[in-house]
């Protein structure tokens, strides 16, 4: 089963911060994208606020059956 689809919206962000953002990404080897949500994740989680993960889907060739 398919995960559900990501939330899409715009985001109106200072122009010297996303650079900033752009330059850690690249440093972890993430998206822009995949790294505003990590760091949401790490802010929510010092507040204490539980996010649930959801699975990601699995990658690679299927296991061969006999």
Do not use: C, H, W, Y
Request: hydrophobic share 45%; aromatic share 4%.
């Amino acid at each position: 089963m398919a995960p559900p689809p990501k939330k899409a919206f715009p985001l109106r962000i200072d122009p010297a911060l996303f650079a900033a953002i752009e330059r850690a990404a690249g440093a972890d080897l993430r998206s822009a994208n995949a790294q505003i949500e990590v760091l949401l994740r790490e802010a929510l989680g010092r507040r204490g606020v539980k996010v649930a993960t959801t699975e990601a889907p699995r990658r690679g060739r299927p296991p061969k059956i006999d």
